[in-house]
C-alpha cells in the first residue's frame, strides 16, 4: 500500500514537473517569438481600454509606440495625454469617483498614499501570477530596483511596475565652471577649485559667487542684466518642498517624519537644511517664488543663472540646439550631498501607472502595462527619444545613451537613480505637503527663521497626523 | 340663502382657478429648473457639510465637527481676512472710478463709440487670460513692466510683486481693479443714461450747480442701481478665484489664499470634501445676513428700493 502511495506521488510529481517544464518552455518560446501578448491577448481581442497618462517629452516618444500594441494584441488603446496638474486632477477624480472611465491612470510615486488609503487602486498580484498573463521574461530584475521597488508595492501588495523614472539632477554652467579667469577668482576667494557642486556647501558658494550687478562682467563680458548664482523652484505646491526635503533635509540627515511614521520636522538637521534653503534664496532670480518645476529650466536656457537642481526629463527638452543659445554648454552632475555626510539623497519622482479599481478591462490593460513595462519597448522608447529616462538598468548601455554626446547628464541621472525612492505612501500627503510647501517658502521669502519654521511645520503636522505613513 | 359660489357659474369659478394658476405655470420652467441647478446642489453641500465626506465617500454623520474644525483653523480665518482686504480694497476703488468714468462718459465725449467698446475689453477676457497676461506683465526677471521697464530704468529694483508676501494681495487687487472698473463704469453709464431728464431742467430752471444737482438728483436716482451694481460685484469679488489661481495660488506662503482658493484645494487637493462644504455652507451664510442687512439698509437709509 505505502509502495502503491510511493509510485502515485512519484508519478504525479513527474507529470507536474513535465507539464510545469513544458508550460515554461512553450511560453519561453512563445514570448521569444515575440506572440505572447498576441497569444495572451486573444480572450480580449476588440477590447477597447482608456489609460490617462502625463505630457512630457518621454511620453510623446512613446504614444509613437502605442499603435503597436493595437496590432499586436487587437485590443484598442485610447491613450490621452494631460499635463502635470491635469492628469492628476482628472485621473484621480475618476478614480475616487467610482466611474472607471479610465482603466488605467499614471500616478507620481505622491499620489499613492492618498489613493490606496482611499481603496482605489487595484492590487496586481493576482494577475502577475496569472500564467495566462504573466509574460515570464518582464525580467523584473532589470528595472532600476529601488524606484521600483518603493512606488510599485505597498503593505506586501503590488500595485503597478514602473513606467516612469523622473529624477532630480545637478545642472550647471559648464562655460561659466571652466572658465580660467573665474576659476582663478574663485579659487582666490574659496580656497579650492571651481567645478561642478558635489556638496550643498559648494553649490552655496558658486550661488554666491557668480551673483552679480548689471555692469559686471561674467566671464570677461559686461553683463547686460542682472546674472544670479542659482534658480531653484519656489512656488507653493509643484515639487518646491520635494527639492527642500529630498535635496537638502534628507541630505542633512533629516526627515519630515521618523520611521514609524511620526512627525519629524523640527530636528536640528532640518534646521541647518532650512537654513541653507533660505541662504541660496538670496542668491536667486527675485521672481523665485513664482518659479515652478517648468520655469526654472527655462531660466537655466535663457541663461541668466549659474546653476539649479532640476528634473532631468526637462533638460532634455531645454538642452538641444534651437531651444537654448546655451545647448552643450552645460554640465550635468549628481545632486550635491551635505560635506563630510554618508548620507545619499535626490528629489525624484518613480511613477507608474495604476489600474483603477472600477476598470471592467483590469486583464487586457494588464497586459498593456506589462507590454509598456517589456524591455523590447523601453529599448525602442530610449532609441526614440535619443536617450530618455531609464526604468531598467540595461538601459544605460544603449547606443543612445551610451554614445550620448551629453555624457554628464546620463552619468547625473543614473547615480540619482540608484538612490531615488517614491514619496512614502501618506494618506494625508497633500495636506502636509500644501502646508510645508507654505513653509518653505515662507523661509525663502526670510518671513520666518529656519528654527520657527521648523518649530511651526512640526506642530502644524502634529495636527493633521501623528503616525502620517500608510 | 345661498353662497355667493354656489351662485357663481361653473365656467367662472374655473376661469378664477385658472387666473389664480396662471403666475405659477409661467414661473415654473424657471423654478424647476434653478431647483435642479440650484436649491438641490445647495442642499447635498449642507448635507456633506454634516457628514465625513473624504476622497468622495460620504460616511458617517458627524453633526458640527466640520465646522467647529474649521471655525479653529487659523488658515479659514486667514482666508477670509484676505478676502476682507480684497474685497475692502477693491470693490470701493471699482465703485468710485467707475462711477467717475460713467460721470465723464456721460458728457458727450467724443469718441465715445470707440472708447466703449475698448473699455470693456478687460471685462470681456476670461479670467485666465486676465491671469496670464499680467503674470507676464508683472514677473519677476522677465516681466514686461516688472523687469522690462521697471528694473531696467532703475525705478525700482527686484520687482517680483506676486513672489513677496507683502505685495501680492495688492497686485492682485490691481488686477481686479483694471477688469472690474470698465465693468462698473458702464453700468452706472447705462444707468445715467435711463434717468429721466424732467428733474434736471427743473434744477436748471432752480439755478442749481453740478455739485448739487449731482448729489440731489443724480445719486438719489442712480442709488437703487449702484446699490444693486455695488452688492453683485462685492458678493464676486469675496469669491475671486481664476485670477489668485494663475497668478499666485494662494501664495506666496497663505497670503493670497482666499476662501474660493482654499476651498478648491480641500476638495480637489485634500479631498476633504465634508469640510469644504462646511465652508461654502458658512461663506453663504455670512453673505445671506450680509446681503438681509445691506438690504434693509438700502432701502431704508438710501431709498434705494
Redesign the interface.
Known amino acids: 500500500m505505502r509502495s502503491m502511495t510511493w509510485y502515485l506521488g512519484a508519478g504525479f510529481a513527474a507529470s507536474a514537473t513535465l507539464i510545469a517544464a513544458t508550460t515554461f518552455s512553450g511560453s519561453l518560446v512563445r514570448a521569444q517569438s515575440g506572440s505572447f501578448y498576441a497569444e495572451a491577448a486573444k480572450p480580449y481581442k476588440g477590447t477597447t481600454i482608456r489609460v490617462l497618462d502625463e505630457i512630457t517629452p518621454l511620453q510623446e516618444a512613446l504614444s509613437k509606440i502605442v499603435p503597436e500594441f493595437e496590432k499586436e494584441t487587437g485590443i484598442k488603446v485610447e491613450w490621452e495625454l494631460l499635463n502635470h496638474f491635469e492628469v492628476i486632477?482628472k485621473g484621480?477624480?475618476d478614480m475616487?469617483?467610482?466611474r472607471g472611465y479610465y482603466d488605467a491612470v499614471m500616478m507620481h510615486g505622491f499620489q499613492l498614499g492618498?489613493m490606496l488609503?482611499?481603496g482605489?487602486i487595484r492590487p496586481i498580484d493576482d494577475l502577475v501570477k496569472n500564467p495566462k498573463l504573466a509574460d515570464p521574461n518582464l525580467a523584473t530584475a532589470d528595472f532600476i530596483q529601488r524606484p521600483y521597488k518603493t512606488a510599485a508595492f505597498a503593505k506586501d501588495k503590488q500595485y503597478a511596475f514602473i513606467n516612469w523614472n523622473y529624477n532630480q539632477v545637478y545642472w550647471a554652467r559648464g562655460d561659466l565652471l571652466s572658465d580660467l579667469e573665474e576659476q582663478t577668482a574663485f579659487k582666490a576667494k574659496y580656497g579650492y577649485d571651481l567645478a561642478p557642486a558635489k556638496t550643498i556647501e559648494q553649490m552655496r558658494d558658486i550661488a554666491e559667487f557668480f551673483t552679480r550687478k548689471k555692469g559686471e562682467k561674467l566671464a570677461g563680458k559686461p553683463l547686460a542684466?542682472?546674472f544670479y548664482g542659482i534658480v531653484l523652484e519656489?512656488?507653493?505646491?509643484g515639487s518646491t518642498f520635494g527639492v527642500l526635503w529630498n535635496n537638502f533635509m534628507k541630505n542633512y540627515g533629516g526627515d519630515i517624519v521618523d520611521a514609524a511614521g511620526k512627525p519629524n520636522f523640527d530636528t536640528p538637521e532640518n534646521v541647518a537644511a532650512l537654513g541653507m534653503w533660505a541662504q541660496l534664496w538670496k542668491f536667486a532670480?527675485?521672481?523665485?517664488?513664482?518659479y515652478s518645476l517648468v520655469d526654472v529650466p527655462t531660466?537655466m536656457g535663457?541663461g541668466?543663472a549659474a546653476q539649479t537642481i532640476a528634473w532631468s526629463d526637462f533638460v532634455l527638452g531645454v538642452d538641444k540646439p534651437g531651444v537654448s543659445p546655451f545647448a552643450g554648454k552645460f554640465v550635468y552632475a549628481p545632486v550635491p550631498v551635505k560635506a563630510g555626510s554618508t548620507v545619499r539623497s535626490a528629489e525624484a519622482e518613480p511613477s507608474v501607472t495604476v489600474i483603477s479599481a472600477a476598470s471592467k478591462n483590469a486583464e487586457p490593460t494588464f497586459l498593456f502595462l506589462e507590454w509598456l513595462a517589456d524591455k523590447k519597448q523601453q529599448d525602442k522608447l530610449i532609441e526614440l527619444g535619443q536617450g530618455g529616462v531609464p526604468i531598467r538598468s540595461s538601459s544605460w548601455a544603449l547606443p543612445a545613451i551610451k554614445d550620448n554626446p551629453n555624457k554628464t547628464l546620463f552619468a547625473a541621472m543614473e547615480s540619482t537613480l540608484e538612490i531615488s525612492s517614491a514619496k512614502p505612501k501618506m494618506p494625508?500627503y497633500?495636506?502636509l505637503y500644501?502646508m510645508l510647501?507654505?513653509?518653505a517658502?515662507?523661509v525663502g521669502?526670510g518671513?520666518i527663521s529656519p528654527a520657527d519654521a521648523a518649530k511651526k511645520g512640526q506642530a502644524e503636522m502634529l495636527k493633521l497626523c501623528t503616525s502620517c505613513l500608510l | 340663502m345661498t353662497s355667493i359660489t354656489e351662485a357663481m357659474p361653473a365656467n367662472a369659478a374655473r376661469a378664477s382657478r385658472e387666473r389664480f394658476w396662471y403666475p405659477y405655470l409661467l414661473i415654473a420652467p424657471t423654478m424647476i429648473t434653478l431647483t435642479l441647478v440650484s436649491l438641490v446642489p445647495f442642499i447635498y453641500t449642507v448635507y456633506l457639510s454634516f457628514h465625513a465626506a473624504?476622497?468622495?465617500?460620504v460616511t458617517d454623520f458627524i453633526g458640527f465637527d466640520n465646522y467647529l474644525h474649521l471655525l479653529s483653523d487659523t488658515r479659514f480665518w486667514n482666508s477670509i481676512g484676505v478676502a476682507l482686504v480684497f474685497v475692502g480694497i477693491a470693490v470701493p476703488i471699482e465703485f468710485m472710478l467707475g462711477l467717475v468714468g460713467a460721470l465723464v462718459l456721460n458728457q458727450h465725449v467724443k469718441g465715445r463709440s470707440i472708447l466703449i467698446p475698448l473699455l470693456f475689453m478687460p471685462t470681456m477676457m476670461a479670467p485666465i487670460v486676465v491671469g496670464l497676461l499680467w503674470k507676464i506683465m508683472l514677473?519677476?526677471?522677465?516681466?514686461l513692466i516688472s523687469y522690462n521697464v521697471l528694473?531696467?530704468f532703475h525705478l525700482i529694483g527686484?520687482?517680483?510683486a506676486?513672489?513677496?508676501?507683502g505685495l501680492a494681495l495688492y497686485a492682485l487687487v490691481f488686477v481686479d481693479i483694471w477688469q472690474w472698473t470698465p465693468f462698473m463704469m458702464l453700468a452706472f453709464f447705462a444707468g445715467l443714461q435711463a434717468l429721466p431728464l424732467g428733474p434736471y431742467r427743473a434744477a436748471a430752471v432752480d439755478g442749481a450747480n453740478g455739485v448739487q444737482v449731482f448729489f440731489h438728483i443724480t445719486l438719489p436716482m442712480l442709488a437703487p442701481l449702484l446699490v444693486v451694481i455695488g452688492l453683485l460685484r462685492l458678493i464676486d469679488a469675496f469669491k475671486v478665484f481664476d485670477t489668485v489661481y494663475i497668478l499666485?495660488?494662494?501664495?506666496?506662503?497663505?497670503s493670497t489664499e482666499t476662501p474660493s482658493i482654499l476651498a478648491n484645494?480641500m476638495t480637489?487637493?485634500?479631498?476633504?470634501i465634508g469640510e469644504a462644504s462646511a465652508l461654502a455652507v458658512l461663506v453663504w451664510i455670512a453673505f445671506f445676513v450680509f446681503c438681509n442687512i445691506f438690504y434693509q439698509v438700502a432701502k431704508k437709509r438710501l431709498n434705494a428700493f
Open positions: 486632477n484621480q477624480a475616487l469617483s467610482g492618498p488609503s482611499a482605489v542684466s542682472d519656489g512656488i507653493k505646491g532670480p527675485p521672481g523665485i517664488a513664482e531660466v535663457n541668466i494625508k497633500y495636506e500644501d510647501s507654505s513653509i517658502q515662507e521669502l518671513k | 473624504k476622497f468622495g465617500r514677473a519677476g526677471s522677465w516681466g528694473e531696467r527686484q520687482t517680483s506676486f513672489a513677496s508676501p499666485t495660488g494662494g501664495g506666496p506662503g497663505i484645494k480637489f487637493e485634500f479631498w476633504n
